[in-house]
């Protein structure tokens, strides 16, 4: 979802649009690929997914870091 900032600086989603374009590069970390995904439309990203190969643990705790840093 698209963050958007409202007049007193609040933040809220928006809809993930129907049709969306993409990017996905595999990463080579110290524990397998990292696969990152990265969709957007004509106003900016809108999701990103992360998979990491058979490490489902260190693929939470991934997305929690991106997560906050977003």
Do not use: F, H, S, W
Not at 5 to 28: A, C, F, H, L, Q
Not at 62 to 67: A, E, G, S
Request: net charge positive; glycine share 6%; charged share 35%.
């Amino acid at each position: 979802m698209k963050i958007k900032r409202t007049k007193r600086n609040e933040i809220k989603p928006r809809m993930r649009p129907e049709i969306t374009k993409g990017i996905t590069e595999k990463v080579r970390i110290g524990c397998g690929n990292l696969y990152i995904t990265v969709n957007y439309d004509d106003k900016g990203i809108c999701e990103y997914l992360l998979i990491l190969e058979e490490q489902e643990d260190a693929q939470v705790k991934v997305k929690r870091q991106v997560d906050l840093y977003l």
